[in-house]
Each structure stands twice: as C-alpha cells, then as structure tokens.
C-alpha cells in the first residue's frame, strides 16, 4: 500500500501555532478599525470635530474598496500566493496607520483641519490592506485547516479580530488618559507586531509549499480569467451569501463606532471609570483591564477545545464542568468591577465583540460538527433585529443589556456559518477572488452606513450640534486649551447637563430594517442551497450532493 506522505499541515500543532500567527494580524486591524469608538466623546470635546466628521474619518477607510480595492488585491492573492500578497498588503495596512497616528499627534501641522485630512489619508491606506489582509488570512486557514477543523478555525480567527475589537473600544481610553494621539499611536503600533508575525509565518508556508509539491493540491491551480469573475457574480447562493455579508455588517460595524456614545447619551453611562473600578497588573491599570478581556477569551476557546480532547462522554462532562466552574469563580471574584464596568459606555459596549468572543468558537465548532449554516444565519439575523429593537424604541436599561448580549451572539452566529459556507460554494483556487467581491460589496454598505448614521444623529439633533458649536466657540474665546475645553465640554453634558444629549432612536432604527433584509437574504440562501446542493447544512467534511453527483459522473465516464 502506498505511504502518503506526511506535510507540515498533518500536524494538530503545526496548524494551530499558524492559527496564532496568522491571527495576529487579525487582532491587530480589527483593533485599529474599532478603537475610535471608544474615544469618540473625547474627539468631539478634544479635537472640536461632529457626529459626522467622526463618521467620515471611519467612512474613508472603506473608499478604496467602494472602488474595487479588495478584488484587485484578490486577483492579486490568486495569483501571486499568500507570502507575497501579506507582505504588500500588510505592509499598506501599516503605513495607513502610522499615518493616521501622525495626523492625530499634529506631526506635520497644529491646523485641524489639516490634522484631520492626514488622519483621513491614514485610515484610507489603511483601509486599502486590511480588507486584502482578511482575505488572505481566510485563504491561509482554508489551505491549513480544509479537511480538518476548518469552521472552528476560522471561528477562532475571527475570536481574536473579535477581541481586537473589544480590547480597543474598552481600553482606548485608558490608554489616552484622556488625550486621543496615545491611543492612535498604541492602536498603529500593534499593526507592525502583526505584521512582523506574519514574517514569521511565511517560513512555514515556504516549507509547507516544498512538501506539497507535485500534489494534486497545487496542481489544481490555475491563472486567473475574468471570466471566473463573471462566473462567480452569476451564482445564486454566491449573490444571496454576498448580499447577505453587506447587509448583516452594515447593521453592526458602523453600530460599533457609536454604541459607546450611545450608551453615555441614551442610558447616562460614564464615559471614564472611577479607580476602583480598575485592575492593576504590573503596575499597569491598561494591562489589568487588558487581562480581563483575555481571560475571558481563554476560558471561550476552553469551553470549545478542552473537551474535545477527550473521547468518553464522562471525560468531556467533568472537563466542562471544571472550566465553567473556574469561569464561575472568575467572575464573582471581579463583581464588583464588573458591576462599575456595566455601567461605563465603552466597557458595556464591549459587550458586542465579548459576546462574539465567548460565542463563535462554540457556534464554528457546531458548523463542523452538525451543519446547519444556512439555518444558523437566519438566528443571527433574527437576533439583530431584536438587538436594535431593544436599542432604539425602548429606553429600559435590562433591555439594553440584552440588546448589546444578543448582538454580540448574533456577530458570533453569522460569520462562523457564512465564511466556512464560502469554501463549499466556490472552489478552493478562486477563494481569494469570491471573498474579495464579499468584502468589496460589504464595504459599499459600511462606507454608506459609517458616514450615514452620524450624518442622520446630527440631523435628528440640531439643538445639541448648535449648542456643541456655541459652548466650543465661547471656550476658544477664553484662551483654553484644547484638553481644558474637552474637559469642560464632557462635564456641561454629562454632569450638569447644560449642553442637551444626542437622541438614537432615529439612526438605530434604520439598522432594524437591515437586520429584516439579512433574514430574508438567509431564508433565500437555504432555499437556494437546496437547488444547488452545495450541503451549507451538512457538517464539515461531509461530502454534498454536488460533489457525489460529480462523483458518479466521473464513476460512469
């Protein structure tokens, strides 16, 4: 019997420590897309900026992939591999935030305007590679994980772009102290560690392509024609899974950069902690608090990868029941910071990546274990209409928790079924074309949505935008300085309510209607699906009846 040869990728190890490596860069740009929202009080007070100049500054991220962007870099990927396209991509992703850092410090110029317009051309190159960057770490797990643990793998990737984003909403502020230039710098610089942990991967990927070498794996691959392209855009679950991805991230990400504001505004959350309500941790409260959303994170991939280390049913109960009661003692023994996080805006807002934190290594194990994606995404979709339900027309407080709880499950549920789902519809040598248009048409809604929601909150609040104006205006005449007028600000509007709160309800609800268009874009996936037969509800591995009807095929020919 032929020995078949063993490759770097056989190895449980191997793929998990690239897992990590590749997740890095994940981490690290989820951070620096979300961070802004836990600091966007302060800009407003600090920098004198709107409602939609913040939403504009987010919005520039996504107009060069409004344009075609992330299907160039796509082709691009297809065609010249994963090494060559991190390093490109990665490297722009970089230079987009060490300019944006630039902008905010007042490097070239003390000018806001001017400040802002670097800021805006930092988030634009940034933008430019972190969408290619996504693509490429998808394309890389696919190429390690297919055949093994696919689903969870990309769940667990998207865990840490989940925690990236949680640690940058809950702790930009602590890390500014006050001032918005730290919290760019710090938010910049973990984007130069991804990369340079992305360097460090590529010698496995080397090694890997050496030992595979001859196999049917890279013998499969093809130049790119435009008419793959065309091909893809005209498949019906390819349409409904794409259309699904815009409107399903549109509903969440743009909501993302608000929610903190929101919370302070809508619920009377602080926008800063008192002391007692932080860890210390080597003498640092930023790395205290940084060590809270970590364990948390651990304890979600336990729950998902201990277990499963044992084969009894016995072994697989008491192990749970160990880690949840560990899970159990870490949260009482932290109530009482808890308790003053939950009612702090940017910590509570955390809520929504922390739940997809603690969630989507669980629902990726699902996905592979029983299938079902189609039918998972249509819960998520129901979940964010529930969500911005709750966050919108109702002003009861309970309700808001369960909103923030059920978004975060809903930002689990979705994209641990619909990535995974990806690699079943389009063929493993043209991934990197499909998810490129994905993210292409997912930004198109994010540049409307970014820029939109502020757009309407200072529409639907003309009162607080004039009076923000006057109170600046007449702070500027006394000779303040910009931290003094963005202190006295926060304290007319939080404290003494002399300057009026921004009103949600209008731009949040806008989002309802968003989360009613996923469920039936979902809906009209699985129905498609069956047409198809592409198996989006069998489990990983299982073999669809679009491939055994090509299997019979083959078998008479």
Not at 435 to 460: E, H, P, R
């Amino acid at each position: 019997m032929e020995q078949i040869k063993k490759t770097l990728k056989d190895s449980a190890a191997m793929r998990w420590l690239v897992l990590i490596l590749i997740s890095g860069l994940t981490f690290s740009t989820y951070w620096f897309q979300d961070f802004f929202s836990g600091i966007k009080p302060l800009m407003i007070s600090e920098m004198g900026i709107s409602s939609s100049q913040f939403g504009t500054l987010i919005q520039w991220t996504t107009w060069a992939n409004v344009f075609g962007m992330i299907i160039i870099g796509g082709i691009i990927l297809d065609n010249w591999g994963i090494r060559r396209t991190g390093i490109v991509f990665g490297a722009l992703a970089t230079l987009g935030a060490a300019l944006t850092a630039m902008g905010a410090a007042g490097t070239f110029t003390d000018d806001m305007d001017s400040r802002m317009w670097t800021m805006m051309i930092g988030r634009l190159l940034f933008g430019s590679g972190l969408e290619v960057v996504c693509v490429i770490a998808m394309r890389t797990i696919v190429k390690w994980f297919k055949g093994y643990e696919l689903a969870l793998a990309m769940a667990i990737n998207m865990g840490f772009g989940r925690l990236g984003s949680t640690l940058g909403q809950a702790l930009s502020i602590d890390i500014g102290g006050g001032v918005v230039s730290p919290a760019v710098n710090f938010a910049a610089t973990l984007i130069g560690i991804g990369l340079l942990m992305f360097l460090i991967y590529i010698m496995f990927d080397v090694k890997l392509d050496k030992q595979m070498k001859g196999s049917a794996d890279l013998e499969d691959e093809e130049p790119f024609r435009f008419s793959d392209l065309i091909k893809l855009v005209t498949n019906r679950s390819f349409i409904f899974i794409a259309l699904l991805c815009v409107t399903f991230y549109s509903a969440v990400f743009p909501f993302m950069q608000y929610a903190p504001d929101l919370l302070i505004n809508k619920f009377d959350f602080t926008f800063e902690l008192p002391e007692s309500a932080t860890v210390t941790l080597f003498g640092s409260d930023t790395l205290g608090n940084a060590s809270i959303f970590i364990g948390l994170f651990i304890f979600a991939l336990a729950v998902t990868l201990v277990p499963a280390r044992f084969k009894n049913k016995q072994g697989k109960t008491i192990s749970l029941l160990i880690i949840l009661g560990l899970f159990a003692l870490f949260i009482y023994s932290l109530r009482d910071v808890f308790s003053l996080w939950l009612t702090n805006g940017p910590k509570t807002a955390s809520l929504i990546p922390l739940g997809s934190i603690l969630f989507t290594p669980i629902f990726g194990k699902i996905v592979d274990a029983k299938g079902k994606a189609a039918s998972l995404m249509i819960l998520g979709a129901s979940l964010l209409i529930f969500a911005h339900l709750t966050l919108s027309i109702f002003d009861n407080v309970i309700l808001g928790y369960l909103g923030l709880l059920s978004l975060g499950i809903a930002f689990s549920l979705v994209p641990a079924a619909m990535w995974p789902s990806v690699s079943k519809i389009v063929a493993e040598n043209r991934l990197g074309t499909a998810y490129a248009t994905m993210f292409t048409v997912q930004n198109w809604g994010l540049n409307l949505f970014f820029w939109g929601i502020g757009w309407v909150l200072d529409q639907a609040n003309p009162a607080v935008v004039a009076k923000l104006d006057e109170v600046r205006k007449q702070l500027k005449a006394k000779d303040l300085s910009n931290l003094e007028i963005s202190e006295k600000i926060r304290e007319m509007q939080f404290v003494t309510g002399e300057i009026p709160v921004f009103n949600y309800t209008t731009p949040i609800l806008m989002l309802v209607g968003l989360g009613v268009i996923a469920m039936f874009l979902a809906f009209m996936l699985k129905r498609a699906d069956k047409k198809q037969g592409y198996g989006l509800e069998l489990p990983s591995g299982a073999q669809s009846p679009r491939e055994m009807e090509a299997e019979e095929r083959a078998n008479i020919e």
